[in-house]
């Protein structure tokens, strides 16, 4: 079955910078799209960001757009989320989920999510 | 912005249906997909493109959408069922897609 495994979260000071990875198995991960989805403590889940298949097209949430960067390396099937300028806000657990398709669809499947933590 | 409306919470007792709205104008002409979160958990989808299901999803599980309403309904529900759940659709116009606030469920 499809695997999608997050690393990198952890505590990190406003201001500073974090660097989210996804590992993904078991498709073919160049086909389709792929989504980071965030949820603070306590709250509901929040788009961030979307790359489709071949990397070429990147999408933002306006609230990380300018300090997030989405990324992806086909021949490694990894999904990367760079973050800089962190802030409090940010504070959440960020799952990395697959489209159902190469378009806009469901995510059919997710990861197990990292946490990330900006608190001085 | 687009914002698509779930009650927060309801409660359900065992062996009854559970019927999980998500409302915004026009949902109809969206396709709705809907996520089951149990605590601390990732997400699963149980229904997509308004009213398929995933292999592995019970056929408790059903979707509609039509007008201003998508509906998720849980037939027969059991203390398993009991997580939080939130409808999504990607936003007209733009390439964003866009969560409820999620509803709780609570199996009495």
């Known amino acids: 079955e499809v695997q999608l495994l997050e690393s990198g979260g952890g505590l990190v000071q406003p201001g500073g910078s974090l660097r989210l990875s996804c590992a993904a198995s078991?498709?073919?991960?160049?086909?389709?799209?792929m989504t980071w989805v965030r949820q603070a403590p306590g709250k509901g889940l929040e788009w961030v960001s979307t790359?489709?298949?071949?990397?070429?097209?990147?999408y933002y949430a306006d609230s990380v757009k300018g300090r997030f960067t989405i990324s992806r390396d086909n021949s490694k099937n990894t999904l990367s989320l760079q973050m800089n300028s962190l802030r409090a806000e940010d504070t959440a657990i960020y799952y990395c989920?697959?489209?159902?398709?190469?378009?806009?669809?469901?995510?059919?499947?997710w990861g197990q999510g990292a946490m990330v933590t900006v608190s001085s | 912005s687009y914002v698509l409306t779930q009650p927060p919470s309801m409660s359900v007792a065992p062996g009854q249906t559970a019927k999980i709205t998500c409302g915004r104008d026009?949902?109809?002409?969206?396709?709705v997909h809907w996520y089951q979160q149990k605590p601390g958990q990732a997400p699963v989808v149980v229904i997509y493109?308004?009213?398929d299901r995933p292999s592995g999803i019970p056929e408790r599980f059903s979707g509609s959408n039509s007008g201003n309403t998508a509906t998720l309904t849980i037939s027969r529900v059991e203390a398993g069922d009991e997580a939080d759940y939130y409808c999504q659709v990607w936003e007209s116009g733009h390439y964003r897609p866009v969560f409820g606030g999620g509803t709780k469920v609570t199996v009495l």
């Open positions: 078991k498709f073919n991960f160049h086909n389709y799209a």
């Open positions: 989920a697959k489209g159902y398709s190469s378009g806009p669809g469901a995510f059919d499947f």
């Open positions: 026009n949902i109809g002409s969206r396709s």
């Open positions: 790359i489709s298949g071949t990397g070429f097209s990147t």
């Open positions: 493109y308004d009213s």
